[in-house]
């Protein structure tokens, strides 16, 4: 029940703004988008979240469209460090608890 | 604030066996999630804890069991072991308010030869 896709694979210059985009076409009213990334099969790293508005905060900002069909993650001045996957996840409610659905990930590789 | 500690880090197992790990979650959180992650997979739901009862359930079958406990620390436990069993596990806590984020444990790194 795979509710986002992403590319499989981006480069991105040091230095430079890093753009991941996702596709979350079937996402209902009241479900949020959730941004995660993950080194090296390490846990999840939490990055932001967003309903409809954009959001911003110290790692990242969130853009979702008007529509909330897609979004766009920017990580403004990539480093090193930000080389990882990430992953586009809605969470959806089913009864009483919800849940968190990945989709395949994109390769952010961060090129000096 | 303390994150989300899973034990043990690493676990070898043979098919047919049974296998338990565990999961102290975040100061403050109440709600317990456990996924599991195939190796170039994203995580999958196995299910939510919340007030030491499953409250929500991926679409992994029965063998695939938990528990809450008081302190809102939680196990898995997964009997008959199958090779396909073999994944990062991972655990992630959460506050359960309306507007919340879910941190996630570094995961147990399960091996079913």
């Known amino acids: 029940d795979a509710k986002t896709t992403q590319p499989p694979s981006m480069d991105c210059a040091e230095g430079r703004a890093a753009n991941l985009p996702c596709n979350h076409s079937t996402i209902s009213g009241n479900e949020y988008v959730y941004w995660y990334r993950q080194i090296h099969s390490q846990g999840p790293q939490y990055i932001i979240h967003?309903?409809?508005n954009n959001e911003t905060n110290e790692m990242a900002s969130l853009i979702i469209t008007e529509d909330r069909k897609s979004s766009t993650l920017i990580l403004p001045h990539a480093t090193l460090r930000d080389t990882a996957v990430y992953y586009c996840?809605?969470?959806?409610?089913?009864?009483?608890?919800?849940?968190?659905?990945f989709g395949k990930g994109t390769k952010l590789t961060v090129n000096p | 604030e303390t994150g989300v500690t899973q034990s043990p880090t690493h676990l070898i197992k043979t098919r047919g066996q049974q296998v338990t790990l565990r999961c102290s979650s975040q100061s403050g959180h109440n709600t317990v999630s456990w996924y599991q992650q195939a190796l170039g997979q994203g995580p999958q739901f196995i299910f939510q804890?919340?007030?030491?009862?499953?409250?929500g359930r991926g679409n992994f079958p029965p063998r695939f069991s938990g528990l809450q406990f008081p302190n809102y620390s939680s196990e898995l436990n997964v009997n008959a072991l199958e090779l396909d069993d073999s994944a990062l596990y991972l655990c992630?806590?959460?506050?359960?308010?309306?507007?919340?984020?879910?941190?996630f444990g570094s995961g147990t790194r399960l091996t079913v030869v």
């Open positions: 804890y919340y007030r030491e009862e499953e409250n």
């Open positions: 996840i809605v969470r959806v409610t089913q009864g009483g608890s919800e849940k968190l659905v």
């Open positions: 967003g309903l409809k």
């Open positions: 992630a806590s959460s506050s359960g308010l309306a507007n919340y984020g879910y941190t």
